[in-house]
């Protein structure tokens, strides 16, 4: 009789166990879908940041190249009056 109690607690116990795994492994697995859905977010988010900064970019050096259209950048030399 103390044989099939001890038994059946060991078969209790793996079968607890074996219901953990499974759980932690399902727990495990939601984590990773949710880590590679913010990693897209993220590679997404970042796309989208280097394109803005890439606009504004690309904007204040044509705001710069059309102030300086038309200026004067010739130098003077006191040495050599200018005619």
């Known amino acids: 009789m103390r044989d099939k109690i001890i038994a059946a607690v060991v078969g209790a116990?793996?079968?607890?166990?074996?219901?953990?795994?499974?759980?932690?492994?399902?727990l495990g697995y939601q984590a990773i879908e949710r880590l590679d859905a913010n990693a897209q977010t993220t590679a997404s988010n970042v796309k989208e940041l280097d394109e803005t900064i890439q606009d504004q970019s690309d904007s204040q050096s044509s705001r710069i190249d059309d102030s300086l259209s038309g200026?004067?950048?010739?130098?003077?030399?006191?040495?050599?009056?200018?005619?």
Do not use: E
């Open 13 to 26: 116990v793996l079968v607890i166990l074996a219901g953990l795994v499974g759980v932690g492994g399902f």
């Open 71 to 83: 200026v004067d950048l010739g130098s003077r030399s006191m040495a050599f009056p200018r005619r």
